[in-house]
């Protein structure tokens, strides 16, 4: 969440993030450059697979979590459970990647239409 924060805008300050979602009706007020997605995939029997499932995970096959902030395709998480070659390794990574993008443009779409209709209510 660092990388995501604008905290130049809140100097001085701490930010701790806690999240437990009991229902979503509202802005946070905290300034973020993005908001930040993250997927796992996999490799098994010679197939990158994306968000592995519990018995493809338990097969025991490499696996990779990312973490992007879309809008800047940076990365803000790697994480790795076992070694793999280049080439599979940016197979599996670029899989992984293009999930992340998939759900940023759920949430955006989300909340675009969420915003629409918080407006409408208010008589904006």
């Given at each position: 969440?660092?990388?995501?924060?604008?905290?130049?805008?809140?100097p001085?300050s701490?930010?701790?993030?806690?999240?437990?979602?009991?229902?979503?009706?509202?802005d946070?007020?905290?300034?973020?450059?993005?908001?930040?997605?993250?997927?796992?995939?996999?490799?098994?029997?010679?197939?990158?697979?994306?968000?592995?499932?519990?018995l493809?995970?338990?097969?025991?096959?490499p696996?990779?979590?990312?973490?992007?902030?879309?809008?800047?395709?940076?990365?803000?998480?790697?994480?790795?459970?076992?070694?793999?070659?280049?080439?599979?390794?940016?197979?599996?990574?670029?899989l992984?990647?293009?999930?992340?993008?998939?759900?940023?443009?759920?949430?955006?779409?989300v909340?675009?239409?969420?915003?629409?209709?918080m407006?409408?209510?208010?008589?904006?």
């Amino acid at each position: 969440m660092e990388a995501c924060i604008l905290t130049h805008l809140m100097p001085r300050s701490q930010i701790d993030i806690f999240v437990q979602v009991l229902q979503a009706d509202g802005d946070a007020g905290i300034p973020m450059r993005d908001i930040v997605t993250s997927c796992s995939a996999g490799y098994l029997n010679i197939t990158p697979l994306l968000d592995l499932n519990y018995l493809e995970d338990s097969a025991g096959g490499p696996d990779v979590t990312v973490g992007i902030l879309p809008k800047v395709d940076k990365v803000t998480l790697l994480q790795m459970d076992a070694k793999l070659p280049v080439d599979i390794f940016e197979n599996v990574m670029g899989l992984a990647i293009e999930g992340c993008k998939a759900v940023a443009n759920y949430i955006r779409e989300v909340l675009l239409e969420n915003t629409k209709q918080m407006e409408y209510r208010r008589g904006l």
